[in-house]
């Protein structure tokens, strides 16, 4: 049976990542931080594929999603960086998978840890039913509408724990902030591509994250607090973001204003591998 494999990818919940200018895009530390975050992946990648996964995709997610560098991510994964606005938005269309990897994800911003957030410092608490979540719940309703279930998650200790009390079928693996030597990392994504194949190899039919048509998503952004319910947990999403990170208005802005970021990236990228050729 044909199995697909999708990775969502962030960067304070990777190994070796624990200042917090390795996560600011553009930043020498953060250039530092690439290869880092591309090894986690292909550890993930790894993992998937002993466990007979025949597709791998991974969606950049951290910033303006070119954080991994293409030319060192394992040949047999499909990347796919930078945002877009619609049908949902950082996203874009959602690839069909079977189930969900994420690798490299942090604590929310109501919680003690490193470089806590939800997609923005603005957005102080997101609750659904009063219960308090991270980024990844949010992400694992949207990807739940879509057929797709999370077996798996790494990140800092802070972070899993919450998820693993909002979502107790999936398996998590902690990742501790602070400095790293070379061999201490690779043992570390060793056990992380052992993790994913026994996770993905004993999973047999994980649940999708639930959300119905009467729960209930707040948030605290500025010190106010504001409720929305919806039946659709992308719309949620939209919402939160719209609070937050993409607070632009009009919001039909947002897609024009993405596809500009990504034009600039993609430009950077192609500068920086020009350079890197020239150089070696």
């Known amino acids: ?7 969502l990818a962030d960067i304070e919940g990777i190994i070796g990542v624990h200042l917090k200018e390795q996560c600011t895009p553009g930043s020498q530390e953060w250039k530092k931080s690439r290869p880092l ?12 594929l002993r466990a007979g996964c025949t597709q791998v995709t991974v969606i950049d997610m951290h910033g303006t999603g070119f954080n991994l560098l293409p030319e060192e991510l394992l ?21 069909k998978a079977h189930k969900a990897l994420f690798i490299g994800w942090h604590a929310a ?8 957030h939800i997609f923005h410092k603005k957005l102080e608490r997101l609750s659904f039913d009063q219960e308090p ?3 990844v719940e949010l992400f694992s309703a949207v990807l739940g509408e879509h057929g797709i279930p999370v077996v798996f998650v790494s990140g800092e200790d802070v972070a899993t724990q919450r998820i693993e009390q909002n979502m107790p079928w999936i398996k998590t693996f902690e990742v501790p902030k602070r400095p790293l030597d ?8 060793e056990a992380l591509t052992t993790e994913i194949e026994k996770t993905i190899s004993n999973d047999k039919k994980a ?64 500068l920086r591998l020009v350079r890197q050729k020239k150089s070696a």
């Open 1 to 7: 049976m044909k199995q697909h494999a999708l990775i």
């Open 37 to 48: 975050i591309t090894a986690d992946i292909n550890a993930a990648i790894e993992g998937a």
């Open 75 to 95: 040949p047999q994964a499909t990347l796919i960086q930078g945002h877009k606005a619609y049908p949902i938005p950082l996203i874009g269309k959602m690839p």
């Open 109 to 116: 911003r109501d919680q003690q840890g490193f470089s806590p």
């Open 133 to 135: 979540v991270t980024e």
């Open 182 to 189: 070379k061999k201490e990392g690779k043992k570390l994504r």
């Open 207 to 270: 649940p999708l994250f639930p959300w119905g048509k009467e729960r209930i998503a707040t948030l605290v952004a500025d010190g106010r607090e504001q409720s929305f319910q919806s039946p659709s947990a992308t719309q949620i999403f939209a919402w939160a973001l719209k609070h937050s990170a993409l607070d632009i208005k009009p919001w039909w802005l947002l897609g024009p204003a993405l596809f500009l970021l990504r034009t600039r990236c993609r430009f950077q990228e192609r």
